[in-house]
Protein backbone atom coordinates (compact mmCIF):
# COMPACT_ATOMS: atom_id res chain seq x y z
CA UNK A 1 0.00 0.00 0.00
CA UNK A 2 1.07 3.74 -1.09
CA UNK A 3 1.92 5.50 2.12
CA UNK A 4 -0.65 7.58 3.18
CA UNK A 5 -1.60 10.34 6.09
CA UNK A 6 -4.74 8.67 6.73
CA UNK A 7 -3.91 5.52 6.49
CA UNK A 8 -0.64 5.90 8.40
CA UNK A 9 -2.60 7.23 11.52
CA UNK A 10 -5.51 4.65 11.31
CA UNK A 11 -2.52 1.91 11.44
CA UNK A 12 -0.08 3.59 13.77
CA UNK A 13 -3.24 3.90 16.04
CA UNK A 14 -5.26 1.05 15.35
CA UNK A 15 -8.40 2.99 14.83
CA UNK A 16 -12.04 1.31 13.90
CA UNK A 17 -15.10 2.16 13.50
CA UNK A 18 -16.51 5.76 14.03
CA UNK A 19 -13.10 6.82 14.90
CA UNK A 20 -11.37 5.71 11.88
CA UNK A 21 -14.32 7.08 9.67
CA UNK A 22 -13.61 10.41 11.29
CA UNK A 23 -10.07 10.69 10.37
CA UNK A 24 -11.28 9.52 6.95
CA UNK A 25 -13.46 12.37 6.66
CA UNK A 26 -10.79 14.72 7.99
CA UNK A 27 -8.75 13.70 5.09
CA UNK A 28 -11.85 14.56 2.90
CA UNK A 29 -12.07 17.74 4.03
CA UNK A 30 -8.50 18.36 4.02
CA UNK A 31 -8.09 17.14 0.02
CA UNK A 32 -11.14 20.16 -0.47
CA UNK A 33 -9.75 22.92 1.36
CA UNK A 34 -5.92 23.07 0.69
CA UNK A 35 -6.58 22.23 -3.01
CA UNK A 36 -9.46 25.08 -3.24
CA UNK A 37 -7.12 27.55 -1.48
CA UNK A 38 -4.25 26.82 -4.13
CA UNK A 39 -6.86 26.81 -6.97
CA UNK A 40 -7.87 30.22 -5.81
CA UNK A 41 -4.05 31.14 -6.04
CA UNK A 42 -4.38 32.74 -9.76
CA UNK A 43 -0.86 32.78 -11.88
CA UNK A 44 -2.58 34.95 -14.54
CA UNK A 45 -3.92 37.52 -12.04
CA UNK A 46 -0.79 37.60 -9.63
CA UNK A 47 1.40 37.90 -12.83
CA UNK A 48 -0.82 40.77 -14.10
CA UNK A 49 -1.11 42.59 -10.79
CA UNK A 50 3.00 42.42 -10.01
CA UNK A 51 4.71 42.83 -13.44
CA UNK A 52 1.96 44.66 -15.09
CA UNK A 53 0.09 46.86 -12.24
CA UNK A 54 -3.16 45.50 -14.02
CA UNK A 55 -5.39 43.31 -13.78
CA UNK A 56 -5.80 40.75 -16.57
CA UNK A 57 -9.77 40.64 -16.45
CA UNK A 58 -10.13 43.79 -17.78
CA UNK A 59 -8.42 42.88 -21.16
CA UNK A 60 -9.74 40.85 -24.01
CA UNK A 61 -11.83 37.89 -23.26
CA UNK A 62 -11.84 38.98 -19.31
CA UNK A 63 -10.68 35.65 -18.22
CA UNK A 64 -7.69 35.76 -16.56
CA UNK A 65 -6.09 32.03 -18.66
CA UNK A 66 -3.01 31.56 -20.71
CA UNK A 67 -4.96 32.64 -23.86
CA UNK A 68 -5.75 35.65 -22.44
CA UNK A 69 -2.46 36.62 -20.87
CA UNK A 70 -1.02 35.65 -24.10
CA UNK A 71 -3.05 38.33 -26.23
CA UNK A 72 -2.72 41.09 -23.54
CA UNK A 73 1.39 40.64 -22.41
CA UNK A 74 2.46 38.18 -24.31
CA UNK A 75 4.16 34.88 -24.30
CA UNK A 76 6.59 34.89 -21.54
CA UNK A 77 3.43 35.63 -19.76
CA UNK A 78 1.46 33.21 -21.51
CA UNK A 79 4.24 30.53 -20.36
CA UNK A 80 4.32 31.57 -17.00
CA UNK A 81 0.15 31.57 -16.76
CA UNK A 82 0.32 28.13 -17.82
CA UNK A 83 2.85 26.41 -16.19
CA UNK A 84 1.89 28.01 -12.98
CA UNK A 85 -1.61 26.65 -13.08
CA UNK A 86 -0.30 23.46 -13.86
CA UNK A 87 2.02 23.33 -11.73
CA UNK A 88 -0.37 24.12 -8.66
CA UNK A 89 -2.99 21.81 -10.12
CA UNK A 90 -0.16 19.00 -9.82
CA UNK A 91 1.08 19.76 -6.29
CA UNK A 92 -2.91 19.83 -5.18
CA UNK A 93 -3.21 16.32 -6.29
CA UNK A 94 0.41 15.27 -5.47
CA UNK A 95 -0.91 16.41 -1.56
CA UNK A 96 -4.31 14.49 -2.50
CA UNK A 97 -2.43 11.43 -2.75
CA UNK A 98 -0.27 11.90 0.78
CA UNK A 99 -3.56 12.58 2.19
CA UNK A 100 -5.99 9.97 1.62
CA UNK A 101 -4.78 7.62 -0.90
CA UNK A 102 -6.49 4.21 -0.62
CA UNK A 103 -4.75 1.91 -3.72
CA UNK A 104 -3.82 -1.32 -2.54
CA UNK A 105 -0.73 -2.86 -4.06
CA UNK A 106 1.34 -6.01 -3.70
CA UNK A 107 4.94 -7.05 -4.81
CA UNK A 108 5.24 -3.63 -6.57
CA UNK A 109 1.63 -3.80 -8.87
CA UNK A 110 -1.43 -2.23 -7.84
CA UNK A 111 -4.47 -4.53 -6.98
CA UNK A 112 -7.16 -2.00 -6.67
CA UNK A 113 -6.22 1.82 -7.40
CA UNK A 114 -8.66 4.45 -5.42
CA UNK A 115 -6.84 8.07 -5.97
CA UNK A 116 -9.86 9.02 -4.55
CA UNK A 117 -7.99 12.12 -1.95
CA UNK A 118 -6.21 13.00 -5.58
CA UNK A 119 -9.63 13.03 -7.25
CA UNK A 120 -10.83 15.37 -4.62
CA UNK A 121 -8.12 17.10 -4.88
CA UNK A 122 -7.88 17.90 -8.38
CA UNK A 123 -11.56 18.63 -8.63
CA UNK A 124 -11.10 21.46 -5.64
CA UNK A 125 -8.33 22.92 -7.33
CA UNK A 126 -10.34 23.50 -10.51
CA UNK A 127 -13.14 24.96 -8.37
CA UNK A 128 -10.57 27.25 -6.52
CA UNK A 129 -9.12 28.38 -9.98
CA UNK A 130 -12.16 29.29 -11.47
CA UNK A 131 -13.94 30.26 -8.01
CA UNK A 132 -10.99 31.97 -6.07
CA UNK A 133 -11.77 33.19 -2.75
CA UNK A 134 -9.35 35.66 -3.15
CA UNK A 135 -10.45 36.84 -5.81
CA UNK A 136 -14.17 37.58 -5.35
CA UNK A 137 -14.59 34.49 -6.72
CA UNK A 138 -14.02 35.03 -10.62
CA UNK A 139 -11.10 33.40 -12.07
CA UNK A 140 -9.83 31.54 -14.99
CA UNK A 141 -11.64 28.33 -17.06
CA UNK A 142 -9.77 26.35 -15.07
CA UNK A 143 -8.11 24.07 -18.49
CA UNK A 144 -4.35 24.11 -17.90
CA UNK A 145 -5.24 23.53 -13.96
CA UNK A 146 -7.03 20.24 -15.64
CA UNK A 147 -4.33 19.44 -17.37
CA UNK A 148 -2.40 19.67 -14.15
CA UNK A 149 -4.62 17.66 -12.04
CA UNK A 150 -4.78 14.83 -14.77
CA UNK A 151 -1.02 15.23 -15.24
CA UNK A 152 -0.79 13.95 -11.75
CA UNK A 153 -3.24 11.25 -11.59
CA UNK A 154 -2.45 9.34 -15.36
CA UNK A 155 0.45 11.33 -16.78
CA UNK A 156 0.71 8.68 -19.89
CA UNK A 157 -2.73 9.89 -21.29
CA UNK A 158 -1.73 13.55 -20.73
CA UNK A 159 0.17 13.29 -23.29
CA UNK A 160 -2.23 11.56 -25.68
CA UNK A 161 -4.53 14.57 -24.73
CA UNK A 162 -1.83 16.68 -25.92
CA UNK A 163 -1.66 14.91 -29.08
CA UNK A 164 -5.47 15.41 -29.68
CA UNK A 165 -4.93 19.15 -28.28
CA UNK A 166 -1.96 19.51 -30.89
CA UNK A 167 -3.96 18.34 -33.96
CA UNK A 168 -7.01 20.08 -33.83
CA UNK A 169 -5.13 23.50 -33.11
CA UNK A 170 -2.81 22.87 -36.12
CA UNK A 171 -5.68 22.63 -38.53
CA UNK A 172 -8.10 25.00 -36.98
CA UNK A 173 -5.66 27.69 -35.26
CA UNK A 174 -8.71 27.84 -31.87
CA UNK A 175 -6.94 26.82 -28.55
CA UNK A 176 -10.98 26.65 -27.25
CA UNK A 177 -11.83 24.01 -29.46
CA UNK A 178 -8.56 22.04 -29.41
CA UNK A 179 -8.89 22.06 -25.67
CA UNK A 180 -12.34 20.81 -25.46
CA UNK A 181 -11.15 18.10 -28.04
CA UNK A 182 -8.21 17.11 -25.73
CA UNK A 183 -11.12 17.27 -22.61
CA UNK A 184 -13.35 14.56 -24.58
CA UNK A 185 -10.72 12.15 -25.33
CA UNK A 186 -9.49 11.92 -21.91
CA UNK A 187 -12.65 9.90 -20.72
CA UNK A 188 -12.42 7.65 -23.89
CA UNK A 189 -8.54 7.22 -22.95
CA UNK A 190 -9.05 6.17 -19.24
Known sequence: MQWS????LIERWNLTGTTSGLLVVGGV??????????????AGLILSRKKYHDDIREHGSGNAGTTNMLRT???????????GDMFKAFVAVSLG???LDTSVYENGQILFANHSGA?????????????PIFYKFKGGKGVATLVGAVTGIYPQIVLLCFAAWLLVFLFTHYVSLASMTAGCCFPALV
Not at 119 to 131: E, K, N, Q, T, Y
Request: hydrophobic share 60%; aromatic share 14%; proline share 2%.
Open 5 to 8: LVTY
Open 29 to 42: LLCMIIPYLLGSLN
Open 73 to 83: YGKKAAIITLL
Open 97 to 99: YLI
Open 119 to 131: AIAGLFVMIGHMF
